[in-house]
């Protein structure tokens, strides 16, 4: 059984920093894709920022320039540099991962979330 563990969440006041971090752990043969996602109280889960196993990144446009995406493919470790922080970003952060088993199918997970609570 696959198990996506987030960490790093937290509060912190408006303009600061946090860092993210998920791993991954259990039976795979590779992982293709990770990302996060936010979802604040009362909204529906919006897309943060995701990479490929390349490196390639893409980001939501409300993080675009505040928010970097970074994985360590060795140790299946996805990471989220937040930077200038604002309320807006108020939210339970969700890793997610597209992981290629050893069966060669493709299955989608998700962490169980983490809160980063930014105050103003």
Same mark, same amino acid.
């Given at each position: 059984?696959?198990?996506?563990?987030? /960490?790093? *969440?937290?509060?912190? +006041? !408006?303009? =600061?920093?946090? %860092?993210?971090?998920? #791993?991954?752990s259990g039976i795979?043969?590779?992982?293709? /894709?990770? *990302?996060?996602?936010? +979802? !604040?109280? =009362?909204?529906? %889960?919006?897309?943060? #920022?995701?990479?490929?196993?390349?490196?390639?990144?893409?980001?939501?446009?409300?993080?675009?320039?505040?928010?970097?995406?970074? %994985?360590?493919?060795?140790?299946?470790?996805?990471?989220?540099?937040?930077?200038?922080?604002?309320?807006?970003?108020?939210?339970?952060?969700?890793?997610?991962?597209?992981?290629?088993?050893?069966?060669?199918?493709?299955?989608?997970?998700?962490?169980?979330?983490?809160?980063?609570?930014?105050?103003?």
């Amino acid at each position: 059984q696959l198990q996506l563990v987030e /960490s790093g *969440g937290g509060l912190v +006041q !408006a303009g =600061g920093s946090l %860092r993210l971090s998920c #791993a991954a752990s259990g039976i795979m043969f590779s992982i293709k /894709s990770m *990302g996060w996602y936010r +979802q !604040a109280p =009362g909204k529906q %889960r919006d897309f943060v #920022a995701r990479i490929t196993s390349d490196g390639d990144a893409n980001y939501g446009d409300s993080v675009k320039g505040r928010f970097t995406i970074s %994985r360590d493919n060795a140790k299946n470790t996805v990471y989220l540099e937040m930077n200038s922080l604002k309320s807006e970003d108020t939210a339970v952060y969700y890793c997610n991962a597209d992981v290629l088993l050893i069966s060669r199918s493709t299955k989608n997970y998700w962490g169980q979330g983490t809160q980063v609570t930014v105050s103003s």
